[in-house]
């Protein structure tokens, strides 16, 4: 398949949205899409809802807005295994922050017992990275840059649509640069070598966060308070993240208290940010 040339490998676009960040901390997969495509045509497409076998976080539904209604009468993971399993054959995966959606697949298929898949993957994350310098790396944002529609986004389906688009783009714009992609591991090699299922120990933070972490720069969040239970809006500049038992801690310096402030990532709402 390394050889193969790109019109004629079958991609499965690919998003998962989850009840958190962390598969291993005991975060689930609460809807998944996959659209199949060649040489740009769609094929076919897998969507669905997931009971995540626990409650809806706040955090989470602030992101996606799949709330406990919504998946309570949806299959289990266990029930649409082998659906997933046989989207993907055949195919190569395209995610954006491919690690993220591998690390809970290998989690959900190794909570049932079964091999992950052993497809090629390809991230439009890395090679966001690697191949062009836009202010945030987040799949919303690249596409807004590119004029891109973001209809649907931070759903499963509105992500790998968004996600076909900003690939679609990239082969383009990179031809146009004189950038010779015409096999798959052209494409391999552009974004820095093969993504794999597999457990990661890396601390995966939300690209807005991580970006603001390595630019200095200002975000502004809505904390849920672990007191009192009350939200309050912060503007905030992140220092560093840190591990504490089940929890990470994200210490920033918060222009409300005007002092340094630990924050709990799970108890961020929402976060975006500000010049």
Known sequence: ???????????????????????????????????????????????????????????????????????????????????????????????????????????????????????????????????????????????????????????????VRITKEVFEHFLLDLERRGIRIKRLKDMLKLQGGPVVFEKSDELVLLPVIEEALRAKGKLQIKYLSAYSETTSTRIIEPIEVNLSGSYTYLLAFCHLRKEKCSFRLDRILEVKTIS
């Open 1 to 159: 398949m390394l050889y193969e040339n790109l019109s004629d490998i079958n991609f499965a676009f690919l998003d998962v949205e989850t009840t958190g960040l962390d598969p291993y901390l005991g975060d689930r997969v609460c809807e998944i899409a996959i659209l199949k495509t060649r040489s740009g045509k769609i094929l076919d497409k897998f969507e669905t809802l997931i009971n995540p076998g626990r409650g809806m976080p706040p955090q989470a539904v602030s992101v996606n807005g799949i709330t406990n209604e919504m998946v309570k009468n949806a299959p289990f993971f266990r029930d649409i295994a082998w659906d997933v399993l046989n989207s993907l054959k055949g195919t190569v995966i395209v995610a954006h922050n491919a690690s993220f959606d591998l690390g809970f697949l290998l989690s959900e298929f190794s909570n049932i017992k079964f091999l992950p898949p052993e497809n090629m993957v390809i991230d439009t994350l890395s090679i966001a990275r690697r191949c062009y310098s836009f202010p945030s790396n987040s799949l919303g944002k690249i596409a807004r840059h590119l004029g891109i529609s973001v209809v649907g986004e931070h759903r499963a389906f509105g992500d």
